[in-house]
């Protein structure tokens, strides 16, 4: 009885000591991403096989991202503590929930469909509707950033001062570990970059059902099936390229590169512009123009562009910065590479702004 109490004391305090083990949850982490990059890299060699090099290319950028992340996770934690094991338990729920539906559909659905042919080359204005609506979303970040973030930082940190003190700390440990205070400038920020890693495992799970087992088990099979075109049937979706875009525009802000107004900025820019021009484009485009790789585009739609990225910068970073921005929109629309605009849009708008700010020295917004 003696030895039999004494193995109980041991797990618990075994177990006690790996969930309140910051290196414990990194490790599980930094397997996620690795086991992630794998799968990617496998996803970006079919893309290549197939001689799709849309596909290959943005799949392949994701891949080495995501491979950055996982090794800088092995020397620095992605996200303090305790976001970190939440974020590692939040992924766990993910894939249960995916797995879930994968086997209720591969039970109820009999039929298999061939992938090749499920999507467009060209979208119907409908489609291209559809596709560009969820680009709305980027509202949500400003709005976030300035004003739902701040509010739920300082309610959290109340809480856990006071009537959840004891609640957090049976979960968690310590309660002067938390890393942020009331009204922490840094919190908005950091916790739009969590929320942003959030999403991006909840839209890249799914992705990895439709391009490794079969599409109509994933669940966002409808609504691809009617949005996505043929290059992307057997690349990484643009939804999943967007918000990674996002994700390291945000890392590089918490890295001290550049300011969080400038990588809001650009993430609003890169959903709404995006979205704005390609709508334009097909329906009031009357003038093609033919690019570099043979794609057609309009001129109406560059000019609706660039005018869509001055305005939505110009909010945040005021009229100067936005110039810059806008410009480096049209650059990227009218010099296309094979690598997802929505990738690129988010992180090289940040980059291209920071090198100006280094360049004229003036404050970001409407300072003077």
Not at 22 to 45: D, K, M
């Amino acid at each position: 009885m003696k030895a039999y109490l004494h193995y109980i004391f041991l797990y618990c305090n075994y177990t006690y000591f790996m969930v309140f083990n910051p290196l414990f949850w990194r490790i599980i982490l930094v397997i996620i991403l690795s086991v992630t990059s794998i799968a990617l890299y496998i996803i970006s060699y079919r893309g290549f096989k197939k001689k799709n090099l849309y596909g290959g290319f943005s799949t392949l950028s994701c891949a080495l991202f995501l491979s950055f992340f996982g090794l800088y996770g092995i020397f620095l934690p992605l996200f303090p503590w305790p976001y970190g094991p939440f974020f590692v338990i939040v992924i766990f729920i993910i894939l249960i929930v995916n797995f879930i539906i994968w086997i209720i559909r591969k039970i109820l659905n009999k039929t298999e469909e061939k992938t090749e042919q499920q999507y467009k080359k060209d979208l119907t204005l409908k489609g291209e509707y559809l596709r560009k609506i969820s680009h709305l979303v980027g509202i949500l970040v400003p709005i976030g950033y300035y004003w739902v973030y701040p509010f739920l930082n300082n309610w959290i940190y109340s809480f856990i001062s006071g009537i959840g003190k004891e609640f957090y700390e049976v979960l968690w440990g310590d309660i002067s570990l938390y890393p942020y205070s009331s009204f922490d400038p840094n919190a908005p920020g950091e916790l739009i970059l969590f929320t942003l890693w959030i999403s991006l495992m909840f839209f890249l799970v799914p992705e990895f059902i439709r391009l490794l087992v079969r599409p109509e088990y994933s669940i966002f099979h409808g609504i691809l099936k009617s949005v996505l075109r043929a290059k992307e049937y057997v690349s990484i979706g643009p939804q999943v390229l967007l918000i990674l875009g996002a994700v390291f525009g945000f890392f590089l802000s918490s890295l001290g590169l550049y300011s969080y107004e400038i990588a809001v900025s650009a993430t609003f820019t890169a959903c709404l512009a995006d979205g704005l021009v390609a709508v334009i484009g097909r329906r009031f485009g009357n003038h093609a123009v033919k690019l570099i790789n043979g794609d057609k585009k309009s001129l109406e739609g560059f000019i609706a562009g660039f005018l869509s990225a001055y305005v939505f910068s110009m909010i945040i970073l005021g009229p100067i910065y936005a110039v810059f921005a806008a410009i480096i929109f049209l650059i990227l629309d009218i010099f296309p590479i094979p690598i997802g605009d929505n990738l690129l849009n988010p992180i090289l708008l940040s980059i291209g702004v920071w090198g100006m700010q280094i360049l004229i020295q003036l404050p970001i917004g409407w300072s003077f």
